[in-house]
């Protein structure tokens, strides 16, 4: 009977704390290099202690993003101020080191409450005091491990608290020598690598140290409910729409018991109307795996890719009861979805199905959302939703840089982008090649990082933090690089069985378990510029793990980190006497990793200056990515079951491989990328001269019409037969060759192609699809014949934040390849982030064209602004329409 007692009064204690209540210390704090504070971190973070001269800091954020913050630095993306910038391996490790501390107040927790203190990411290491008291006993290293700290004891009665935190940067920095991560030593740390420098970023001079991700408190009662881990299962081969048979869900979660006492209660969660609970002990001072009744979800709203389906997502919370009442609580949000990899024995590559359906890949290669570490949700958001509009339905997380933040994969769950997600390592500095650049030899190499147990614990703590997300659907061990075998050993037999079990795993990137390379010699790749027929008759791996092209951005892209003195279009010479063709660009662009476009400027007339350059590269990025994503999937299910672009963005102002700059302004690219990856396609093979239909839908459209037309530079039309053809399901289809009028046609000065795949009711079109040819020659010659057109334009603002715009061809003269912007009324400067339906229209001879425009600032009216080839640049004010209805 004493023991009873005592039990219910510690339960009644317990339920005296609130529950769950978590928020974010992100601002307030203050920063010093240490070098400057002459006191113990004792007694630094006493309440009282004066701060006098310290500086506000960035948290989440590093040393570098608090400097520029107080423009001690100038912005390093900016010309080659990136050189006026100390580097830490010349400055020593010293100079970076810092001081970060915050006053917080939190209450003096009531019996049986729990305040914790969370960090999220610390890069390098650490030590952490609260009022007076060292929380970690050793100093805390990685990267990517997250830290969490009981601070019930040390918390003061008033509730005025100081927390503070020395930040040391990783250990070595490396040497940015100019190799692949410099001289590889950044990767003897658990951390990212591409700080010390790479073949598309110079380097970060503070390597990133800082308090770079999310700081926490988060009260509970004596128990915390922590880690819970949702898998679905969704047997048989679905459909998007229609009445699913059911889905089992399958719950666990993590249940720590702060006290000396063994607490009973209840684990529960309710989804559709129905409790799944179980009634648990949790022993003193213990952690306990917690695993609910499988739950069967009648009828489920399940989670497609892009372009296949809805993104359909569920929300509940988990509770531990005690005697009725919530100890402590987690909301979970998750997708109904099972994700299957099977081996396609035609292609030799393994193949995705997602709910039972084969789902064609096609992917872009992310590296980070900002070199500097500086996430936001709304950025995230917006570069996940430029993916999805340029219909591509994976992204790959380089291993070079993170495991991606929550933030990320929350937008990838919204709009459906599927994640293969790379872990810490790199082919360049993990010792896949000899290197006369790197510090250590090749097997020194293969064994980084140097604390293998620190690595493993970071894969651990990693899995946990993600793998509740629909959107997550491959693991990798490394860039074209496995880990060393007793990592390897750990992560593929026991971590990740353990922790998820529900996901591939691919050694590493180029693995022949993801992609066998039966074409010995032609595997990644290619990086560079193509003619656009390579991808149509060349074959790469059936898989293609990276595989990409040239991302100029526009002259107003390069207006914004250009100087002026250095905005000079690059000078092509061909190859001639026995040299071979080069390419100059001026020494900025070059710092800024310019990639060539070799002849292919040139083929569109002189280059007058870089304004002129800027925008002829739009008609190569445009055709480039349009020809990429064509030729792979003409190739689908016979050559390939996927494949995924070097690379569709930069976290800094490089001039290659992105489909929008830093400053998330699209470019041709994104648009060629999107034409070309349409879901229902139609193109025409360049070298086969047939008319084809790839259809990714999962059931056959019957019916449909091609109606083929070709236009002179006049803007005369000239009609090809069509025919009324049908598309298999989730297949390629060949129509009729047309390849020698076609060749005809364009032999002198070039022409138009109009291919339009038109519905069964013969009123809109499936797809449409307009090719500009060059002439026998290659040459675009015929393009500067062109007549000018005008151009009719009525905007209408159809709500805040979106807007109706229809361009009317009223000549008989083709309106080619018109950039379409919104402007701010005041600056007119363009408006970024904005999401346009299509762009660099062309519009035939007296036809119109619709285009819808969304941003974000939805208090804004924005002007619209249309250039053009042979259009005169025209700015409009929207109508109010349906908005000032």
């Known amino acids: 009977m004493p023991h009873r007692s005592i039990y219910f009064l510690f339960c009644l204690l317990a339920l005296r704390a609130t529950a769950q209540d978590r928020y974010e210390l992100n601002s307030g704090w203050q920063y010093a290099p240490a070098a400057t504070v002459k006191v113990q971190g004792t007694d630094l973070s006493m309440p009282n202690y004066p701060l006098a001269g310290w500086k506000p800091a960035i948290v989440p954020g590093t040393v570098l993003t608090t400097m520029l913050h107080h423009k001690q630095v100038p912005d390093p993306f900016y010309g080659m101020n990136n050189e006026l910038i100390p580097d830490i391996y010349t400055t020593g490790r010293d100079y970076y080191t810092c001081w970060f501390v915050k006053d917080f107040k939190e209450v003096y927790p009531t019996a049986g409450q729990q305040v914790w203190l969370q960090f999220r990411g610390v890069n390098y290491g650490c030590d952490v005091f609260l009022n007076g008291h060292k929380l970690n ?125 063994p607490v009973q209660g209840i684990l529960q969660y309710t989804l559709a109307g129905k409790k799944i609970w179980k009634a648990v002990t949790i022993p003193a001072n213990t952690t306990a795996l917690v695993t609910l009744p499988n739950a069967i979800l009648n009828n489920p709203r399940l989670w497609w890719p892009a372009g296949y389906g809805q993104q359909e997502l569920y929300t509940t919370e988990l509770q531990f009861l005690v005697n009725g009442k919530p100890a402590d609580k987690e909301s979970l949000t998750f997708g109904v979805r099972e994700i299957q990899r099977v081996w396609n024995t035609t292609t030799l590559s393994s193949q995705f199905n997602v709910n039972g359906q084969k789902i064609f890949i096609k992917g872009g290669n992310w590296i980070i959302s900002d070199a500097m570490l500086r996430f936001t949700d709304e950025r995230y958001d917006a570069e996940i939703r430029y993916h999805r509009d340029m219909n591509l339905n994976l992204i790959r997380i380089w ?104 996901r591939v795993f691919f050694d590493y990137s180029n693995s022949d378990s993801m992609s066998m390379n039966i074409l010995k010699g032609n595997g990644d790749g290619p990086y560079n510029i193509q003619p656009t027929d390579t991808f149509w008759k060349f074959r790469t791996y059936p898989f293609n793990s990276e595989v990409g092209s040239v991302g100029l951005g526009d002259y107003e892209s390069l207006k914004r980190f250009i100087p002026a003195a250095n905005r000079v279009p690059p000078v092509y010479t061909p190859a001639a006497g026995g040299q071979r063709a080069r390419e100059k660009a001026d020494s900025v662009w070059e710092y800024h990793k310019y990639i060539g476009y070799q002849d292919q400027i040139a083929r569109y007339g002189p280059v007058k200056d870089a304004r002129d350059f800027a925008m ?72 086969e001269g047939t008319v084809m239909t790839v259809n990714n839908r999962f059931i056959s459209n019957d019916s449909d019409y091609l109606a083929i037309k070709a236009y002179d530079m006049a803007g005369k039309s000239i009609p090809l037969p069509g025919s009324r053809v049908k598309l298999d399901a989730s297949a390629v289809n060949t129509f009729m060759n047309i390849k020698d009028t076609v060749d005809k046609l364009r032999a002198e000065k070039g022409i138009f192609l109009s291919i339009r795949l038109v519905s069964s009711d013969e009123l809109t079109h499936g797809s449409n699809n307009l090719y500009c040819l060059p002439a026998a020659n290659g040459q675009y010659a015929g393009l500067n014949e062109l007549r000018p057109a005008t151009l009719g334009v009525n905007a209408t603002m159809m709500e805040s934040g979106k807007m109706l715009v229809e361009f009317i061809n009223k000549t008989g003269s083709i309106a080619f390849f018109n950039r379409i912007s919104i402007l701010h009324p005041q600056t007119k400067e363009r408006i970024l982030p904005a999401f346009y339906s299509d762009n660099y229209i062309t519009i035939l001879p007296y036809e119109r064209k619709f285009v819808s425009i969304e941003w974000n600032d939805k208090s804004l009216t924005p002007l619209v602004n249309v250039e053009g080839w042979n259009v005169t640049t025209k700015t409009v004010i929207p109508s109010t329409g349906a908005a000032g209805k």
């Open 137 to 261: 006993e050793v100093t805390f290293k990685s990267m990517f491990l997250r830290q969490q700290y009981n601070i019930t004891p040390w918390l003061t009665k008033d509730g005025s608290n100081r927390l503070a935190v020395i930040v040391y940067p990783p250990d070595p920095v490396g040497n940015p020598n100019g190799g692949q991560g410099g001289d590889g030593r950044i990767a003897k740390n658990v951390s990212h690598q591409y700080v010390a420098g790479w073949d598309w970023i110079q380097p970060i001079r503070d390597r990133n140290t800082g308090i770079w991700d999310k700081v926490y408190i988060e009260k509970t009662g004596v128990v915390n409910l922590k880690n819970p881990h949702v898998v679905t299962m969704v047997p048989g081969k679905r459909m998007p729409s229609g009445p699913q048979q059911p889905a089992t869900i399958k719950m666990t979660a993590e249940l720590e018991n702060t006290s000396d006492k």
């Open 399 to 502: 291993g070079g840089a993170l495991l991606e933040r929550p933030e990320f994969y929350k937008a990838c769950d919204k709009y459906g982008m599927l994640v293969f997600q790379d872990f810490w390592m790199s082919g360049d500095c993990n010792g896949r090649w000899q290197d006369p650049k790197k510090a250590e030899d090749q097997a020194t190499r293969r064994k980084y990082p140097d604390d293998h147990d620190l690595f493993l614990r970071s894969v651990a703590d990693g899995i946990k933090l993600i793998r509740n997300h629909p959107s997550l659907a491959i693991w990798c061990g490394g860039n074209e690089i496995t880990p060393p075998d007793d990592i390897l050993a750990a992560m593929r037999d026991s971590l990740l069985p353990q922790l998820d079990g529900t």
């Open 616 to 687: 002829k590269a739009q008609l190569v990025n445009y055709d480039q990515y349009r020809a990429l994503m064509e030729g792979f999937t003409a190739h689908m299910w016979d050559w390939y079951t996927g494949t995924i672009i070097w690379k569709t963005q930069n976290p800094w102002t490089a001039l290659r491989g992105q489909m929008y700059d830093y400053y998330l302004d699209p470019n041709a690219c994104l648009y060629g990328l999107r034409k070309g990856g349409e879901p229902v396609h139609v193109m025409y093979n360049p070298v």
